[in-house]
């Protein structure tokens, strides 16, 4: 019997049994397995069997003592629920087989726990046994009724270690689901269980208390009536609590309160749980008096929720979530209101105390759906007598209304550092939605945005809840993705913990993958979803957006890391970046030129060598223009680019520049969504191994078969924007400009103007113009992106090219001749 199974056999269940929700053919795979291993009859005279099956249960079970067990419930449930109306049913007679040896098993180890040298070993065992029971118990609890008595003097172990916490507290909650059903159970039986819960509540902490409490609310509820017993136990801390309040409204300096800490969060947390379970209002308990019980305790605790001692707030906030489970309208009352809108949205608040208030609204909704599971059980017993459901309907709206309220605040909890905060307002959440209690468009950004979240197992809850949503409400998500996005990238800068370094859009992984890819893996089957949520993203990069550079950034690692699947999707962009660049690349110069005019008026008249040459190329803005463009337009002509001219040409710009560097500042950082879009189109490039005629030719209206080709990703193509990042770094945009910045502004714009005087190749040019032209192109772009690597900013050579095309650098070349 204490021999443990092979660990690999467990681990190999473990693995199996967590698939017990995942898709159907592998749901009913598992089943299957687990209906052959665990719960099929064994032959009575095969002892050996049946303790082989009992310990691979249990060690399971013990496996998953972390990682909850749902999947435990899960499986009995689908493989009771198959047998249901079936003749035979041999997962009933397996389960009854299984519970019974599971008692006998406990009463074994029991026995051996006299053996000091063993202790460690068999008290986990019994733990083990015991969960298992009461998995089996919370499914169908018939099954543990002819148990009930074996197991109530488990109420009464010496607790000294966590496993012996753990047996008082699952055979609490064996009894609590067991107990109601006996018929006919003896008096003194009940009596002592009421007494050993009591003495449990008074002696031990917060989860014994907890549970015991609970156990109690259903064997005086449900089976014994004994309110004056409770009603008693209840007096003690409320009287207590009572006693305390009027000593520190007295002296709230008074050391009184202090000396009696310990008293003082047994009682807040006591009288909370009992008001949980037990409604003081009814005449059972108070008798004939008026007074009102729940008024009365939400006075009491409230007034502890402004106490100085955080401890002591955090157990009156425990207490008023277990009182608003009984009394749910008391969360409408303002004074509540102020208090948990108040934690949750004031930024310096406790971390505790926001926890405490997002996991009471978490019991409650989880009360709620209990309550409601219960109510449909109910009614489908009674369903063919009555025409119209009506139960439950007064619940649900009342907990839609509560949620209503609190919502705002709840969703706003996404944008905290700390994890714990974020995964409890998930919780909400997803309890929320899965209720129906709100209309879920509201949330949909901020799903996304915690589709993003660092830790796997929220990102999961948060795209599972966006998948949900989908397939109810087909569009919500398109809908909501742009400001998704852009709320993504505020819960990344709040969990940013070293604000010096810019917010990345991708995950710092071997994948790279885009943060926001389950967001665009689900609006790319759409095509004109698609396309429409692209362009807006492309949009936020032009001029006139004003978005701020870290979060263009960020967009366009997403952009950069989409995990795209047909080459229609990035020649998409690149063609839809040629656009904005042609139009944004213009008025950043227009702009740029501008400034430098209006200063130069000021400082000289222009010679009249710089009046002709304005006069015979009026695009240009200003003197200082031409005396700038000048020397490069002779050099398109006979491509040379010497150092000396191109510092001639920066010279001369910087004679120009106003007093006053706004215009150089706003600049560099309009800039920066340029930058970002050549480096974008760059990338994409080189990723998909595309040549510039393939990017010249895309057009968005031919027919979606056309690019439907899959596309062939090169790897070790990384999209590392070293300009923008070293201007986010540098804070260039509050930082005071120097000479060195200047000229640094300066060169970037030539650059530029050099760019957009040859963004277009002229197509019907000679054959050694298009290459002069295209060559002036790509060194404009590789000195605007920063030159280097081959993988990033410039072409790659002829060996990794894609069918043979060109793959020279350029925003929109032509074939090479």
């Keep these: 019997i204490e021999q443990p199974t092979f660990p690999k056999i467990t681990e190999m269940c473990v693995k199996m049994i967590r698939r017990v929700n995942d898709e159907e053919g592998i749901k009913k795979l598992v089943n299957e397995t687990f209906q052959k291993l665990w719960f099929t009859p064994t032959p009575h005279h095969d002892k050996e069997a049946m303790t082989r099956k009992i310990l691979n249960i249990t060690d399971v079970v013990a496996a998953c003592r972390d990682t909850g067990y749902d999947w435990f419930e899960q499986l009995l449930q689908n493989l009771l629920k198959s047998e249901e109306d079936a003749s035979y049913k041999p997962v009933k007679k397996a389960c009854t087989q299984l519970v019974d040896n599971l008692v006998e098993h406990i009463l074994k180890y029991e026995e051996s726990l006299s053996d000091s040298d063993s202790k460690g070993v068999n008290s986990g065992r019994l733990v083990a046994c015991i969960t298992t029971l009461f998995l089996f118990s919370k499914i169908r609890p018939q099954l543990m009724v002819k148990h009930a008595m074996t197991m109530q003097p488990y109420l009464t172990t010496k607790c000294s270690t966590q496993n012996d916490f753990m047996v008082i507290c699952n055979v609490a909650k064996i009894l609590e689901l067991v107990v109601p059903l006996m018929e006919h159970p003896s008096e003194t039986f009940l009596a002592t269980i009421e007494e050993d819960l009591m003495k449990l509540i008074i002696k031990y902490g917060m989860t014994v208390v907890q549970h015991c409490v609970s156990c109690l609310g259903a064997v005086v509820n449900k089976v014994t009536q004994n309110y004056k017993f409770v009603w008693a136990c209840f007096n003690r801390y409320y009287g207590a609590l009572s006693k305390l309040k009027s000593q520190h409204q007295e002296d709230p300096n008074s050391t009184i309160l202090t000396a009696n800490k310990p008293a003082l969060l047994r009682s807040l947390f006591t009288v909370g749980a009992l008001c949980r379970h037990f409604d003081f209002d009814q005449e059972d308990f108070k008798g004939n008096s008026k007074v ?60 505790n105390l926001k926890i405490q208030v997002l996991k009471n609204l978490q019991t409650y ?41 609190y919502l705002k605040q709840v969703l706003e909890a996404f944008f905290h550092t700390q994890s714990s ?14 209720q129906g209690l709100i209309h879920p468009v509201q949330c949909v950004p901020y799903l996304i945005a915690m589709g993003t979240d660092p830790e796997p197992s929220m990102r999961n809850k948060a795209d599972q809840q966006l998948v949900e ?43 790279s993958s885009a943060l926001c890819s389950h967001l665009y893996s689900m609006i790319r089957g759409n095509r004109q979803h ?43 962009i690149m063609h ?108 994409l490039k080189n990723l998909c191994g595309f040549s510039d005629s393939k990017i010249q030719k895309y ?25 923008t990042l070293d201007f986010l770094r540098s804070d260039m945009a509050n930082s005071k400009i120097t000479e060195e910045v200047k000229r640094s502004i300066v060169k970037q714009y030539l650059d530029f103007k050099l760019l957009m005087e040859h963004l277009d190749p002229d197509e ?37 090219e894609s069918d043979g095309e060109d793959r020279g650098g350029g925003t929109s070349g032509v074939r090479r001749r």
């Design 764 to 800: 019907e040019e000679e054959d050694g113009e298009v290459s002069a032209s295209t060559n002036i192109r790509n060194k404009a772009i590789t000195s605007l992106l920063g030159g280097g690597s081959p993988k990033n900013n410039a072409a790659e050579t002829e060996d990794d």
């Design 421 to 434: 905060v974020r995964h409890f307002a998930l919780n909400v959440i997803a309890l929320t939605l899965n």
């Design 576 to 683: 839809h970046i040629d656009i904005t660049l042609s139009v944004s690349g213009s008025n950043l110069l227009q702009s740029f030129k501008e400034s430098m005019v209006k200063d130069k008026k000021k400082e000289r008249k222009p010679s009249s060598e710089e009046e002709t040459e304005s006069d015979s190329n009026s695009a240009s803005g200003s003197e200082s223009e031409e005396e700038a463009s000048k020397p490069r337009r002779l050099r398109k002509r006979v491509d040379s680019d010497s150092d000396s001219d191109e510092e001639n040409d920066i010279n001369a710009v910087m004679k120009c520049l106003p007093e006053n560097s706004a215009p150089l500042i706003e600049f560099a950082n309009v800039s920066q969504g340029i930058l970002l879009l050549l480096m974008l189109k760059q990338h």
């Design 530 to 572: 698609r396309r429409a949520f692209l362009i807006s993203l492309l949009n936020l990069f032009d001029d006139t957006a004003k978005t701020e550079v870290n979060m263009l950034l960020y967009i366009a690692d997403n952009l950069a890391c989409f995990p795209y699947q047909t080459q229609e999707e990035p020649l998409f």
């Design 292 to 351: 009102n019980i729940k008024d009365k305790v939400l006075e009491l605790l409230m007034y502890f929720t402004k106490h100085s001692d955080e401890e002591v707030q955090t157990k009156a906030i425990i207490g008023l979530g277990f009182a608003f489970i009984q009394h749910p309208s008391l969360m409408f009352e303002q004074e509540v209101k102020t208090l948990y809108n108040s934690i949750l949205s004031d930024k310096n608040c406790s971390v």
């Design 699 to 723: 057009s968005p209206s031919e027919s979606a078969k056309v690019y439907d080709k899959a596309i062939n990703r090169k790897t070790g193509v990384h999209f590392h924007p070293k300009q």
């Design 365 to 405: 909704l989880q009360e709620e759906d209990t309550r409601m599971q219960q109510a449909d059980r109910d009614w489908k017993k009674v369903a063919k007598q009555e025409d119209l459901k009506e139960m439950g309907d007064i619940s649900s709206g009342m907990s839609s209304s509560i949620m209503q309220l």
């Design 469 to 511: 949503i989908d397939k109810k409400y087909a569009g919500f998500i398109h809908m909501k993705a742009v400001a998704g996005m852009k709320m993504s990238y505020q819960v990344q800068q709040a969990i940013n913990t070293c604000p010096k370094d810019p917010v990345r859009g991708f995950r710092h992984d071997e994948s």
